[in-house]
């Protein structure tokens, strides 16, 4: 008994260690950026939210842009920033991609950042780089960056 348990404990440990292994080699499956003044829409998984998604399962309000647009890039880049394994791959006068990793098999989500100055308000976009479902890990992240952000530039003001 004690033997099998052995095995099947080193098992779980070699499969948890391959699956963070291969999370880390993972590549966007989605088109990330911003095409005609738009970031990409989210694809038709339950892992992705946005401001902009043509489904309104996946919606979310985008940010309200209180602030100037290099102020607010200053802000959305700090506030990436303070969170957690997270890290940022693109900045630039309007827009920012993030990466966030789970904590336990480092799951890639990428986020990406608008500032659309016409609309007075900061789009986005989150989506899992794998699987179907996040648990609603995405829509929780963006709920609670939209208020981190939004505070700031309150403060900042």
Request: with cysteine; charged share 20%; hydrophobic share 35%.
């Amino acid at each position: 008994m004690y033997k099998r348990m052995t095995i099947l404990t080193v098992l779980v440990a070699m499969g948890c260690v391959a699956t963070r292994s291969l999370n880390s080699l993972s590549r966007p499956q989605h088109r990330l950026g911003v095409t005609h003044g738009r970031l990409a829409d989210c694809p038709d998984r339950p892992n992705c939210v946005s401001s902009t998604a043509s489904r309104p399962s996946q919606q979310l309000p985008p940010i309200p842009l209180t602030t100037s647009p290099p102020s607010a890039m200053e802000i959305l880049a700090s506030v990436v920033k303070a969170n957690p394994r997270s890290r940022i791959v693109t900045q630039s006068d309007h827009y920012l991609h993030a990466e966030f990793r789970s904590r336990i098999l480092g799951f890639v989500d990428d986020v990406e950042f608008l500032v659309d100055e016409n609309n007075s308000v900061i789009q986005f976009r989150s989506a899992s780089r794998v699987g179907y479902s996040d648990l609603g890990v995405n829509r929780r992240r963006m709920n609670e960056l939209r208020d981190q952000v939004t505070v700031a530039q309150q403060q900042a003001r």
